[in-house]
């Protein structure tokens, strides 16, 4: 009798309980991947043009306007891979730094803005303005 007395009130092996376990881990897992950056986002800086003001070089500046189905450099079509070669002649007879002004047509996307400004900003020595 006093062996089943002593099994009954003998603590118990509790096992352990993995469900909360998998939450804390899952909720940290989450919380991880929601606050980590994967990939490093580039800048693209914007020089609006002066208002009013003029560009202060001797050669005129190339005029490029951006619209959602084309691209168009002092009122010609261009496709945006030809850009810097139809821009190259305009720069060579640049005899201070070369400005190219973009305009903006209404309608086309952020992400065109952002391809052209890639493409503009290969050459560096260029100055590149927006337009509003």
Request: net charge negative.
């Given at each position: 009798?006093?062996?089943?007395?002593?099994?009954?009130?003998?603590?118990?092996?509790?096992?352990?309980?993995?469900?909360?376990?998998?939450?804390?881990?899952?909720?940290?897992?989450?919380?991880?991947?929601?606050?980590?950056?994967?990939?490093?986002?580039g800048?693209?800086?914007?020089?609006?043009?002066?208002?009013?003001?003029?560009?202060?070089?001797?050669?005129?500046?190339?005029?490029?306007?951006?619209?959602?189905?084309?691209?168009?450099?002092?009122?010609?079509?261009?496709?945006?891979d030809?850009?810097?070669?139809?821009l190259?002649?305009?720069?060579?007879?640049?005899?201070?730094?070369?400005?190219?002004?973009?305009?903006?047509?209404?309608?086309?996307?952020?992400?065109?803005?952002?391809?052209?400004?890639?493409?503009?900003?290969?050459?560096?020595?260029?100055?590149?303005?927006?337009?509003?």
């Amino acid at each position: 009798m006093a062996e089943r007395l002593a099994t009954r009130f003998a603590p118990r092996v509790r096992r352990l309980a993995l469900t909360p376990l998998i939450d804390v881990v899952f909720l940290l897992l989450l919380f991880f991947m929601l606050t980590t950056t994967f990939s490093r986002l580039g800048e693209i800086d914007l020089a609006p043009a002066a208002a009013g003001g003029a560009v202060g070089t001797a050669t005129p500046p190339a005029f490029v306007q951006l619209s959602p189905d084309g691209l168009r450099v002092n009122a010609v079509e261009a496709p945006l891979d030809g850009l810097l070669a139809r821009l190259d002649p305009l720069a060579a007879e640049a005899e201070e730094a070369f400005v190219v002004l973009v305009s903006l047509s209404a309608g086309p996307t952020a992400q065109r803005l952002v391809d052209l400004l890639a493409v503009l900003r290969a050459r560096p020595d260029w100055q590149v303005r927006v337009l509003d």
